[in-house]
C-alpha cells in the first residue's frame, strides 16, 4: 500500500481500521524514541540518532524505513557527491506534534522519583515552561478525561482495532535503555498489545476476561500487561487479588495518560481513513457536541502550535506530581 505523506491513506473497506494502523506506526519502543527526537530536536540523519540512542545499525535502518513506508518520514538527497541522504518529517510524521508533546508532558508530571531527565517545554507565546492541557476543540473548554466519552464509530470494532497477526512481530526491545528515554510511557504503549490493552483501558474493559476478549491476546500477554501497568501505578487491582476475580481501575496518573491516547487515535484518524467512517467517535459530556483534543498551555491558556514549543532537551526536572506510588 502507498501512504502519500501528505494526504491521508484510503484503507480497505472491512480491515484493518486507523486505530490498528497508529499502534502500527508508533507503538514500538525504537519508533517512538526516534520519532521523539526528530520531533523535539530536528534530528534527520542517521549518525544523530546513533548519538543520542543506543540503537544498533541495523535496528535503527528497519525502523526509519518502515516509517518511509507508513509515510512519516522521507528521505531526502543533502549532497550529491557523494550522494548522502537524510530523514525528514513529513506533513504526516510533523502531526505527531500533539502526542509527543503530551507524552514529555505526562513524563514530567508523573515519572516517579529518580529526578529523570524529561524535556522540558517552552511555550514561545508566553515564554515559559509548560505542560499541555486538554481542551475540547469545539468549545474551547478545559477538559477532565472523564468528561470526554467514546465509542466505536462505523469502521470501530476489536477485531479491526487489535494488532493484527502481521504485526505480532516481536520487536528487538529496548527495555534496557536507562531513564530519559521516556520510561513510563514505553511501558504503556511501547508496543503493540499494550497500546491496544492502553486503549481497551479507557473503553472500560476492567477484568482479565475482558481485555482477553476484547484483544484476542493469548493470556501470558495479559498478564504480563497487567503486572507492568500495576508495577508503575498505572491500574491498581481491586479484589480479593486472584487475577481473573480482580477489577483493574486506572489510577489518577493512568487517567493523566489520556491525552497521549486521545492524540494518538486523533492522528490515526486523520491520516488513516476506512470508507465506512471512523473508528472511534467522541463526545464531550454534558453537551451536544463532538470532543477533538485541542491543547492549551498551562501558564497562559492560549492554543498552542508545534511550531511554537521550543524543547530544552535533557533537562532534570523534578516530577510535578506523583512522586510517591501510592
Ligand atoms: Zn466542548
Ligand atoms: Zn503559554
Redesign the pocket.
Given at each position: 500500500m502507498i501512504h502519500p505523506p501528505d494526504e491521508p491513506t484510503q484503507l480497505g473497506a472491512g480491515g484493518d481500521n486507523a486505530i490498528a494502523w497508529a499502534i502500527g506506526v508508533f507503538a514500538d519502543e525504537w519508533t517512538l524514541l526516534i520519532l521523539r527526537y526528530a520531533i523535539t530536536d530536528g534530528v534527520t540523519r542517521f549518525q544523530q540518532w546513533q548519538d543520542l540512542l543506543p540503537i544498533s545499525s541495523a535496528v535503527l535502518a528497519s525502523r526509519l524505513r518502515r516509517g518511509c513506508e507508513v509515510g512519516v518520514l522521507e528521505q531526502v538527497a543533502y549532497e550529491d557527491k557523494p550522494l548522502r541522504q537524510e530523514y525528514r518529517l513529513t506533513r504526516r510524521g510533523m502531526s505527531l506534534w500533539p502526542m509527543m508533546a503530551s507524552i514529555c508532558g505526562w513524563e514530567g508530571a508523573w515519572a516517579h522519583g529518580q529526578a529523570e531527565p524529561v524535556p522540558v517545554m517552552v511555550h514561545q507565546g508566553c515564554g515559559r515552561a509548560f505542560e499541555p492541557l486538554m481542551?475540547?476543540?469545539?468549545?474551547?473548554?478545559i477538559?477532565e478525561p472523564r468528561e470526554v466519552t467514546g465509542h466505536f464509530g462505523p469502521s470501530g470494532s476489536w477485531p479491526r482495532s487489535a494488532p493484527n497477526t502481521t504485526m505480532r512481530r516481536r520487536s528487538s526491545g529496548s527495555s534496557a535503555l536507562g531513564p530519559g528515554f521516556f520510561p513510563h510511557t514505553r511501558v504503556l504503549v511501547g508496543n503493540r498489545w499494550s497500546a491496544a490493552m492502553m486503549g481497551a483501558a479507557y473503553l472500560g474493559a476492567h477484568r482479565f476476561s475482558e481485555f482477553q476478549r476484547r484483544l484476542g491476546a493469548p493470556a501470558t500477554v495479559i498478564a504480563d500487561r497487567l503486572r507492568r501497568f500495576q508495577a508503575i501505578d498505572v491500574l491498581r487491582a481491586e479484589g480479593d487479588g486472584r487475577a481473573d476475580r480482580s477489577e483493574y481501575r486506572l489510577t489518577d496518573k493512568g487517567r493523566a495518560f489520556f491525552p497521549v491516547v486521545m492524540t494518538a487515535i486523533e492522528w490515526g484518524q486523520r491520516w488513516f481513513r476506512a470508507p465506512e467512517g471512523p473508528a472511534v467517535v467522541f463526545q464531550?459530556r454534558g453537551?451536544e457536541?463532538p470532543?477533538s483534543v485541542l491543547l492549551r498551555c498551562s501558564e497562559c491558556r492560549g492554543a498552542l502550535a508545534g511550531r511554537e514549543i521550543a524543547v530544552l532537551p535533557g533537562a532534570v526536572v523534578q516530577p510535578r506530581r506523583g512522586a510517591v506510588p501510592s
Open positions: 481542551a475540547c476543540a469545539t468549545c474551547g473548554e477538559v464531550h453537551s457536541h470532543f
